[in-house]
């Protein structure tokens, strides 16, 4: 087992030093602050030996694709939960990296344990492995470290991503329905036009109405011709519509444009907004809580809140805190948070306790966005059945209404 010299002060102020076996400099840590003494250095002794086979190079693996969200909640979730119970860090990521199927996960969590064991911090063993672990992951872990709680803020971090794995849930369902729909109905009237007009068309041909039509069936069969002719180009309108997007995004000015249009869509842009600020206060409200410096807090938030019209308002507030303003002003300029949100942060700020009014605004937006979400099915399925009556109405008058025509001058011509 290793050993650690390390460097503490006792309650009288008096300095000490001393050395400890320990699997980790976390453990080492936690076992100098149960003998009452507050460690300032801990460093791995030189020539201690590790347990055999651990240097040992392993054979690396290719994996396609990466680590997703929810395999990594899961991970963080079952690390909190080992050091909840009191397990040392090393043994908990060797658990976890054994009962793991091979994947890209497995191996990065067997690296971060080779690091650990070889005398290396938890936070700085993640940091190497920054695909996977995020800054805010990293530097909450960091926090943990410093101040001893290390199991704590695993707990509030697998916490933040449950929820934050929640909502994500709830946003791609409230945008999967519609977009569903809304194919499922664009196929039903392209089927129509391309198979039951031209049918209508070539009637009018035979009967040679074709100059005499009505300006809506004269519409109506611009756009089936069209359609007709080009119908192999439906397919690739999405994926140009796609690739435009990520082309555009990749700019910084695009991709602000995209997230601005994104809070103005009808309906959705509501739900969005509402889950951009719940995860801004669920992200700033745990780094806080966890003890992360509020202007290097205010970076990961930036980083992380999944929109560029907030994220340009939490750079102006980090600007204005570094100059030692409030958070308040740069945030109702933005004009994108409601005044309630606005109220409650200055109310936080003034008392001291912004971190934990930060989480209730998270959980009342994450409630509202369950509900938004929930509605929006309601609230959809008129709206679509309404715009299909139109549609299908629209088609059958302009078709009809020459037929109409017609009979009636046969009528008269009897």
Same mark, same amino acid.
């Given at each position: 087992?290793?050993?650690?010299?390390?460097?503490?002060?006792?309650?009288?102020?008096?300095?000490?030093?001393?050395?400890?076996?320990?699997?980790?400099?976390?453990?080492?840590?936690?076992?100098?602050?149960?003998? @009452?003494?507050?460690?300032?250095?801990? !460093?791995?002794?030189?020539?201690?030996?590790?347990?055999?086979?651990?240097?040992?190079?392993?054979? !690396?693996?290719?994996?396609?694709?990466?680590?997703?969200?929810?395999?990594?909640?899961?991970?963080?979730?079952?690390?909190?939960?080992?050091? #909840?119970?009191?397990?040392?860090?090393?043994?908990?990521? !060797?658990?976890?990296?054994?009962?793991?199927?091979?994947?890209?996960?497995? &191996?990065?969590?067997?690296?971060?344990?080779? #690091?650990?064991?070889?005398?290396?911090?938890?936070? #700085?063993?993640?940091?190497?492995?920054?695909?996977?672990?995020?800054?805010? $992951?990293?530097?909450?872990?960091?926090? @943990?470290?410093?101040?001893?709680?290390?199991?704590?803020?695993?707990?509030?971090?697998?916490?933040?991503?449950?929820?934050?794995?929640?909502?994500?849930?709830? =946003?791609?369902?409230?945008?999967?329905?519609?977009?569903?729909?809304?194919?499922?109905?664009?196929?039903?009237?392209?089927?129509?036009?391309?198979?039951?007009?031209?049918?209508?068309?070539?009637?009018?041909?035979?009967?040679?109405? @074709?100059?005499?039509?009505?300006?809506?069936?004269?519409?109506?069969?611009?756009?089936?011709?069209?359609?007709?002719?080009?119908?192999?180009?439906?397919?690739?309108?999405?994926?140009?519509?796609?690739?435009?997007?990520?082309?555009?995004?990749?700019?910084?000015? @695009?991709?602000?444009?995209? &997230?601005?249009?994104?809070?103005?869509?009808?309906?959705?842009?509501?739900?969005?907004?509402?889950?951009? =600020?719940?995860?801004?206060?669920?992200? $700033?409200?745990?780094?806080?809580?966890?003890?992360?410096? =509020?202007?290097?807090?205010?970076?990961?938030?930036?980083?992380?809140?999944?929109?560029?019209?907030?994220?340009?308002?939490?750079?102006?507030?980090? &600007?204005?805190?570094?100059?030692?303003?409030?958070?308040?002003?740069?945030?109702?300029?933005?004009?994108?948070? &409601?005044?309630?949100?606005?109220?409650?942060?200055?109310?936080?700020?003034?008392?001291?306790?912004?971190?934990?009014?930060?989480?209730?605004?998270? #959980?009342?937006?994450?409630?509202?966005?369950?509900?938004?979400?929930?509605?929006?099915?309601?609230?959809?399925?008129?709206?679509?059945?309404?715009?299909?009556?139109?549609?299908?109405?629209?088609?059958?008058?302009?078709? $009809?209404?020459?037929?109409?025509?017609?009979?009636?001058?046969?009528?008269?011509?009897?």
């Amino acid at each position: 087992m290793p050993k650690y010299i390390y460097e503490a002060a006792v309650r009288q102020g008096k300095q000490t030093r001393g050395e400890i076996e320990a699997e980790s400099s976390q453990e080492a840590t936690n076992q100098i602050k149960r003998m @009452g003494l507050f460690p300032s250095s801990i !460093k791995k002794k030189t020539g201690s030996q590790t347990a055999p086979g651990l240097t040992a190079a392993k054979t !690396k693996k290719f994996y396609i694709g990466g680590v997703g969200s929810k395999q990594l909640t899961q991970f963080t979730v079952q690390l909190a939960t080992l050091q #909840d119970a009191g397990l040392p860090l090393l043994r908990s990521l !060797k658990i976890l990296a054994n009962q793991l199927k091979p994947c890209r996960l497995k &191996d990065v969590v067997t690296d971060v344990s080779l #690091d650990v064991e070889s005398g290396n911090s938890f936070s #700085d063993s993640l940091s190497k492995h920054q695909r996977v672990f995020d800054r805010l $992951f990293v530097n909450m872990v960091k926090a @943990g470290e410093a101040g001893g709680v290390l199991d704590t803020v695993l707990v509030r971090l697998a916490t933040f991503m449950e929820k934050a794995q929640s909502l994500k849930r709830k =946003i791609i369902g409230a945008v999967t329905y519609p977009a569903v729909v809304i194919v499922v109905a664009a196929l039903i009237l392209t089927v129509i036009m391309t198979n039951v007009v031209p049918q209508f068309s070539k009637i009018f041909e035979e009967l040679e109405v @074709g100059r005499g039509l009505p300006p809506q069936t004269e519409l109506l069969m611009s756009i089936s011709t069209v359609l007709v002719n080009w119908w192999f180009l439906i397919p690739f309108i999405p994926v140009a519509i796609y690739f435009g997007a990520v082309a555009l995004g990749r700019n910084p000015k @695009g991709r602000f444009f995209i &997230d601005q249009m994104k809070l103005k869509i009808p309906l959705l842009g509501i739900i969005f907004r509402k889950a951009a =600020i719940a995860r801004f206060a669920r992200t $700033f409200g745990t780094l806080l809580n966890s003890g992360v410096p =509020i202007l290097e807090a205010l970076i990961i938030v930036k980083n992380t809140v999944g929109n560029e019209v907030l994220a340009s308002a939490v750079q102006h507030v980090h &600007d204005s805190i570094r100059e030692g303003e409030s958070i308040v002003s740069p945030l109702s300029e933005s004009k994108t948070f &409601d005044l309630m949100v606005l109220n409650m942060i200055e109310v936080g700020e003034q008392s001291g306790e912004l971190d934990k009014m930060l989480h209730k605004i998270a #959980d009342s937006y994450e409630s509202e966005v369950d509900a938004l979400v929930s509605s929006l099915t309601s609230i959809l399925e008129p709206i679509i059945i309404v715009f299909l009556g139109v549609a299908v109405g629209f088609i059958v008058i302009s078709l $009809f209404s020459p037929l109409v025509v017609i009979m009636r001058e046969l009528g008269t011509a009897r």
